[in-house]
């Protein structure tokens, strides 16, 4: 008999991935505005930094912030203090997320960043606007195409992640089993029917995805 499928960690997943990618947008968005208008001579390291989660393996990374995060690492006092666990945790989780997920929020910005016309900016400068509001008049409407894009850049890639949140969170049931981790343990239990349903779950919203992109880049070229 198959055993009911448990969709905790769809919910989680899924929790996960919206509040990653929030955090990344409002994160992201400044720093791809300084990467593509700043002219700082540290621009090239901090993109390296940026870049850095596309090219190492998940599980190094994993390591490291268990190492940086856990009981025993060099910020363990100020976590105890505020008796806050980050290790084998949603928080944990969600740390690991906006780290792994950050190329893919930060690039896509940056991207339509670059191609906001100078003059508009200057032209409002000249009106007396601030850079604060020159962003928020100007570039942010011209840039509307890649906030979709970093939106569901960041959710997917979150939703899909398994060596990170295995590293950081461990497998626990309704705190960090992610949906990832579920279909693992029903391939490991031999339960293909419920690692099927997942999995195919999981190639169509990415199906959908990849459909959303291309069809904001079409948009986006249309009205260039």
Request: proline share 6%; net charge positive; charged share 10%.
């Amino acid at each position: 008999m198959t055993p009911a499928l448990d969709l905790t960690p769809l919910a989680l997943s899924l929790r996960l991935a919206a509040v990653t990618a929030v955090i990344l947008l409002i994160l992201g968005t400044p720093l791809a505005w300084w990467l593509a208008q700043g002219r700082s001579r540290v621009r090239f390291v901090v993109e390296a930094l940026v870049v850095l989660p596309v090219v190492l393996p998940p599980t190094v990374l994993g390591f490291y912030l268990l190492q940086l995060l856990g009981a025993n690492g060099p910020l363990a006092w100020l976590w105890s203090q505020a008796d806050v666990r980050l290790v084998f945790s949603f928080t944990g989780l969600v740390i690991g997320s906006v780290i792994f997920s950050l190329p893919f929020v930060v690039y896509p910005l940056k991207s339509v960043f670059e191609k906001v016309p100078r003059a508009q900016l200057e032209a409002a400068a000249t009106l007396g606007a601030r850079p604060l509001d020159r962003f928020f008049s100007v570039a942010v409407p011209a840039s509307l195409s890649g906030f979709i894009a970093a939106a569901v850049l960041a959710f997917a890639h979150t939703l899909g992640e398994f060596g990170v949140v295995l590293m950081l969170g461990g497998n626990i049931p309704g705190e960090t089993q992610v949906l990832s981790i579920a279909i693992y343990n029903h391939v490991e239990q031999l339960q293909y029917s419920a690692a099927h349903v997942l999995s195919a779950g999981l190639v169509a919203f990415s199906f959908v995805v990849l459909v959303v992109l291309h069809f904001t880049h079409d948009r986006r070229k249309a009205a260039a």
